[in-house]
T-cell receptor, first 110, second 116 residues
Framework: KQEVTQIPAALSVPEGENLVLNCSFT??????LQWFRQDPGKGLTSLLL?????REQTSGRLNASLDKSSGRSTLYIAASQPGDSATYLC?????????FGAGTTVTVRA | ETGVTQTPRHLVMGMTNKKSLKCEQH?????MYWYKQSAKKPLELMFV???????ENNSVPSRFSPECPNSSHLFLHLHTLQPEDSALYLC???????????????FGPGTRLTVT
């Protein structure tokens, strides 16, 4: 069974600092890895998807890396803003099933 | 309407009620999913439908009954629920999970369910 762990569980930083969020998974036979953002009480917004054959993906201030062999992914958010405050979820796909981590809750202080 | 929509957004029901959650996707996908998100726990996959056939039932109690009448609509019928079933129920859709490049899932806003 795939186990996904996200560290840290919570993170508070001043505005402008770079954010580093970590995700690890136990079964490296994945098809892809997705990073999502979730605002309180809301659904999930997909941020980045990395296919198993890729090592990183970038979108604006976001960059996600994938090291499949070691079972790790890192999401970098550059120059954080208060609007980046949310919970960030990592999910890995083994066939059609997504397994989620518990998330990292980020607070960016103005 | 665009993306994935869910109704109602909030639902309060007693343990003896019967209610249904509705999900509709406007993305031309043909796979749909129900997830449960309880407080302080990771999202749990409940059901998967591919091309309107159920391909996954993740040991979900029979008081939850899914229905997928076509590739755009997904329902979750609820009856005799327990207070521990209170959670955020999320629907998602994707292309048919038949190839390694086709698994990106798009989520709806969720239904916040409270069982009293």
């Amino acid at each position: 069974k795939q186990e996904v762990t996200q560290i840290p569980a919570a993170l508070s930083v001043p505005e402008g600092e770079n954010l580093v969020l970590n995700c690890s998974f136990t079964d490296s036979a994945i098809y892809n890895l997705q990073w999502f953002r979730q605002d309180p009480g809301k659904g999930l917004t997909s941020l980045l998807l990395i296919q198993s054959s890729q090592r990183e993906q970038t979108s604006g201030r976001l960059n996600a890396s994938l090291d499949k062999s070691s079972g790790r992914s890192t999401l970098y958010i550059a120059a954080s803003q208060p609007g980046d405050s949310a919970t960030y979820l990592c999910a890995v796909a083994n066939d059609y099933k997504l397994s989620f981590g518990a998330g990292t809750t980020v607070t960016v202080r103005a | 309407e665009t993306g994935v929509t869910q109704t109602p957004r909030h639902l309060v029901m007693g343990m003896t009620n019967k209610k249904s959650l509705k999900c509709e996707q406007h993305l031309g996908h043909n796979a749909m999913y129900w997830y449960k998100q309880s407080a302080k726990k990771p999202l749990e996959l409940m059901f998967v439908y591919s091309l309107e056939e159920r391909v996954e039932n993740n040991s979900v109690p029979s008081r939850f009954s899914p229905e997928c009448p076509n590739s755009s609509h997904l329902f979750l019928h609820l009856h005799t629920l327990q207070p521990e079933d209170s959670a955020l129920y999320l629907c998602a859709s994707s292309q048919d999970p038949g190839g390694a490049e086709a698994y990106e899932q798009y989520f709806g806003p969720g239904t916040r369910l409270t069982v009293t």
